[in-house]
């Protein structure tokens, strides 16, 4: 079964830095979907940014990028320039092409340090 | 942008109630839809999968009794909580795909239960 492991449960970053959250899976598929998704106090869920495993060229939205890497199952996001509304709750999710069905992390919770 | 509107956003009721909870796809066809239940301070843990015209399928340890889904059109698919109890309270979300592939899938606002 496919997992996906967010081993930190919160960070803080000054604003206007640099910040990475962490996220490891596991599948033994070869072809699959993985996401970062933001949930701020609202509780919306709002996709960041995402990223199809066969593509080896890593996806970037303007201060968003992901560090993709394929063979150690590594999917992690940078925040770039931090700013306060990028204070939310930041969950890694994992799609197969078997079936739709979305596995997320635990989530990060992300606090930006005016 | 595709939008997925889901209605109620808050609902506070008495124990023994039955609950519906709308999730609709207002610009688009939905093939699949999702439902989760979100614990405070917890991820999203998938409930069901549903698509348009066929039962749905549950997760593991989801009763389907207890959760009623019906998908009756491609954007529209509901959630019946039967019989609610306080256990029952938590944050419901939905979501809708469009298409397989790269497309993500489009998540309604939520629905916050409160059950006394």
């Known amino acids: 079964a496919q997992t996906v492991t967010q081993s930190q449960p919160e960070m803080s970053v000054q604003e206007a830095e640099t910040v990475t959250l962490s996220c490891t899976y596991d599948t033994s598929e070869s072809d699959y979907y993985l996401f970062w998704y933001k949930q701020p106090p609202s509780r919306q869920m709002i996709l960041v940014i995402r990223?199809?495993?066969?593509?080896?060229q890593n996806a970037t939205e303007n201060r968003f990028s992901v560090n993709f890497q394929k063979a150690a199952k590594s999917f992690s996001l940078k925040i770039s320039d931090s700013q306060l509304g990028d204070a939310a709750m930041y969950f890694c999710a994992y799609r197969g092409n078997r079936d739709d069905k979305i596995i997320f992390g635990k989530g990060t919770r992300l606090h930006i340090l005016p | 942008g595709a939008v997925v509107s889901q209605h109620p956003s808050r609902v506070i009721c008495k124990s023994g109630t039955s609950v519906k909870i709308e999730c609709r796809s207002l610009d688009f066809q939905a093939t699949t839809m999702f439902w989760y239940r979100q614990f405070p301070k917890q991820s999203l843990m998938l409930m069901a999968t549903s698509n348009e015209g066929s039962k749905a399928t549950y997760e593991q340890g989801v009763e389907k009794d207890k959760f009623l889904i019906n998908h009756a059109s491609l954007t529209l698919s509901t959630l019946t909580v039967t019989s609610a109890h306080p256990e029952d309270s938590s944050f419901y979300i939905c979501?809708?795909?469009?298409?397989?592939?790269?497309?993500?899938?489009?998540f309604g606002d939520g629905t916050r239960l409160s059950i006394l």
């Open positions: 990223q199809e495993a066969y593509k080896q």
């Open positions: 979501s809708a795909l469009e298409n397989r592939g790269t497309q993500p899938q489009h």
